[in-house]
């Protein structure tokens, strides 16, 4: 057998095995979609695609009240916690990486250990801060338990990015006049650019998803998340299974409208 040959069915097999593996992944999503254009009669048929398309269930979820205040409140929630928790990280992490301390080895394997600690074994501390400070169903409330419980795998991920930008370039900018922080903002930070990005994304993405924290510390539609208002369309007298499927697509297409506008940022990160 050639190696061209080889190759060839090396190849076929690499396409098939990531062919699979993205029929796996977005067939929920297709099927949230589907299940959320067919009509009430026909949603406890087995057939995948509808037969008769409506958006009716959109419409119901859209005619609620508190929809469009969720929606808000998710995006601003999210937001804060994914930039004030990136800009947290990176100066965290940089600290960790280019300075000599006692106890580095022993606060770095904090870090990573507290990435393994449930969010729901601490949402009594976090409900009691969260109380005496209040700030009780406001978005200050959840963006700080969200950056509390993120800034751990935050600071791990931009470390390893920032130990891949060599410190001779600072150093070569503070020769030339620059002090250790414009070093800093004009040249390390540029170049942690796609690390920031991927930073930036992973949080948005666990601040815009997070339920329990949001049910725990919101009461009104003042502050009340997305994952909350979805919930309640779930009660134990109704169960909106269309309306549910359409607010499930609506809630996801944020995250991946901003992956295909983005995803040239985003894989540049991951592959950085």
Request: charged share 15%; aromatic share 14%.
């Amino acid at each position: 057998m050639t190696k061209r040959r080889k190759r060839g069915i090396k190849n076929a097999v690499l396409l098939l095995i990531l062919a699979t593996a993205a029929i796996v992944a977005l067939f929920p999503f297709a099927w949230n979609v589907c299940a959320s254009l067919k009509p009430s009669w026909e949603l406890a048929t087995r057939t995948l695609f509808p037969r008769q398309p409506t958006l009716e269930h959109y419409r119901a979820f859209f005619q609620r009240a508190d929809v469009l205040a969720a929606f808000r409140n998710s995006l601003i929630v999210s937001g804060l916690t994914g930039a004030l928790g990136t800009w947290f990280a990176f100066l965290a992490g940089y600290g960790l990486v280019r300075f000599e301390m006692a106890g580095k080895a022993v606060l770095f394997q904090s870090i990573v250990g507290s990435q393994f600690i449930p969010l729901s074994s601490l949402m009594l501390p976090f409900y009691l801060l969260v109380y005496r400070l209040k700030l009780l169903d406001t978005w200050w409330g959840l963006v700080l338990v969200y950056l509390v419980y993120c800034l751990p795998f935050a600071v791990w991920l931009l470390m390893g990015f920032l130990q891949k930008i060599p410190k001779e370039v600072e150093e070569a900018a503070c020769i030339d006049g620059c002090s250790r922080f414009g070093a800093v903002i004009k040249i390390v930070l540029p170049l942690a650019r796609p690390g920031l990005f991927v930073t930036f994304s992973f949080v948005w993405i666990k601040a815009w998803q997070e339920y329990l924290a949001a049910i725990m510390l919101t009461s009104t539609d003042r502050a009340r998340t997305l994952p909350v208002v979805l919930a309640g369309l779930q009660s134990q007298v109704s169960f909106q299974f269309g309306t549910i499927m359409a607010g499930v697509v609506i809630a996801q297409l944020p995250v991946l409208i901003a992956f295909v506008l983005l995803n040239r940022w985003f894989l540049k990160g991951i592959t950085g």
